[in-house]
Nanobody, 119 residues
Framework: QVQLVESGGGLVQPGGSLRLSCVAS????????MGWYRRAPGKQLDLVAI??????TYADAVRGRFTISRDNAKNTVYLQMDSLKPEDTAVYYC??????????????WGQGTQVTVSS
C-alpha cells in the first residue's frame, strides 16, 4: 500500500539543470528518511543524496552540484541537479524509510526516472 512516484527526469545538455520529485503515498504513519540513488547502465547502484530526519548526505560525485530537500507536509522529496555532466546519466530511484500505520518499519523504492545528460 506504499507507493513512491518519481518524476522530472529527461534529456538535458551538459551544464543544464533538472529537478526530480518523489511523492510518497499510501499506508504511511511517518517518514524517517527519503533519498535518491542512481544506476548507470552496467554499473552498480550508488547513493546520490539522502535526507534522514533533517540530516543530509551527498555522494562525493554530486556534492556542490545537487541539493536534496523535503516537503514533509506533502511527503515529497526533491533533488535539484545543477551543472549536470554526462557522467550523471542514470536511472534515478527514490527510496524511503518509513513507518506504516501499523508501526512496521519499511524501506520502499520507487520505479525510477531516467536522466540523460548529452550534447
Amino acid at each position: 500500500q506504499v507507493q513512491l512516484v518519481e518524476s522530472g527526469g529527461g534529456l538535458v545538455q551538459p551544464g543544464g539543470s533538472l529537478r526530480l520529485s518523489c511523492v510518497a503515498s499510501g499506508n504511511i504513519f511517518r517518514i524517517h528518511a527519503m533519498g535518491w540513488y542512481r544506476r548507470a547502465p552496467g554499473k552498480q547502484l550508488d547513493l546520490v543524496a539522502i535526507d534522514s530526519d533533517g540530516n543530509t548526505t551527498y555522494a562525493d560525485a554530486v556534492r556542490g552540484r545537487f541539493t536534496i530537500s523535503r516537503d514533509n507536509a506533502k511527503n515529497t522529496v526533491y533533488l535539484q541537479m545543477d551543472s549536470l555532466k554526462p557522467e550523471d546519466t542514470a536511472v534515478y530511484y527514490c527510496k524511503s524509510e518509513l513507518t506504516t500505520n501499523q508501526l512496521l518499519l519499511l524501506h520502499h523504492w520507487g520505479q525510477g526516472t531516467q536522466v540523460t545528460v548529452s550534447s
